[in-house]
């Protein structure tokens, strides 16, 4: 099957196995019960600061259930017009809470690389990290791969000019995922192109991302 570890689509095909990503805690209850697997976390820039303590609340009270795979998207966004000490102490708290229940974090990062390098350093973190969208230099990937890190690939990948595309080939085996984000791209193309990029099949690249999948999303 397909794995898609990114999504803000609700349709999805009957061959692949994705992870909706819940923006709204407004909504979250309902949202838990029609579809399969979720994550689900405080993007930094939908921080709602009159509101965002009880945000909180409400993604501990539901992490823990089983259709809940990963923590995320959180993160950090130099973009966004949320400070950015409030940001990092959002972030904290998910990723205290990743921690708490075992569960992976999805990270939405732009411009922030450093600073998710230095709280990855400073609160050593046992679960993976997860920056999805990744479409940086290399010579920033190396750093991050050095630190533990893994990376999702999305339509980025898609374009000839884009740095994700000199970036995937370079990942190893392993510490990567793929994704179709906000796109409506289909995941069987970024398959298809990833597949090319990496010189392998694509049934090569389904079975060792479906394994991974599993493993480490502790999906049953």
């Known amino acids: 099957m397909f794995t898609d570890i990114h999504t803000h689509q609700t349709k999805v095909s009957e061959d692949c196995i994705s992870i909706f990503n819940l923006l709204d805690t407004d909504s979250i209850a309902n949202d838990l019960e029609s579809i399969n697997n979720f994550s689900i976390g405080i993007h930094p820039r939908f921080i709602r600061v009159d509101s965002s303590q009880e945000d909180i609340r409400i993604i501990q009270f539901h992490a823990k259930k089983k259709n809940v795979l990963a923590i995320g998207e959180c993160g950090l ?46 609160l050593k973190p046992k679960q993976p990290w997860i920056l ?22 999305g339509n980025a990948i898609l374009h000839d000019d884009s740095m994700a595309k000199t970036v995937l080939p370079s990942i190893p085996d392993g510490k990567f995922f793929l994704e179709t984000d906000a796109s409506e791209v289909s995941i069987n193309a970024i398959f298809a ?22 493993k480490l999303f502790h999906y049953v």
Do not use: W
Not at 132 to 153: D, M, P, R, T, W
Not at 193 to 214: G, W
């Open 77 to 122: 966004d130099r973009l966004s017009e949320t400070q950015l000490e409030l940001q990092i102490s959002i972030f904290e708290d998910m990723v205290r809470l990743s921690e708490e229940i075992k569960k992976p974090l999805i990270i939405h990062c732009v411009k922030a690389y450093d600073d998710i390098r230095i709280l990855h350093k400073k």
């Open 132 to 153: 999805h969208g990744f479409n940086v230099k290399i010579s920033v990937a190396k750093q991050l791969l050095e630190e533990g890190f893994y990376f999702s690939f």
């Open 193 to 214: 192109r990833a597949a090319v990029l990496r010189n392998t099949t694509e049934i090569s690249l389904k079975s060792q991302l479906h394994h991974q999948f599993l």
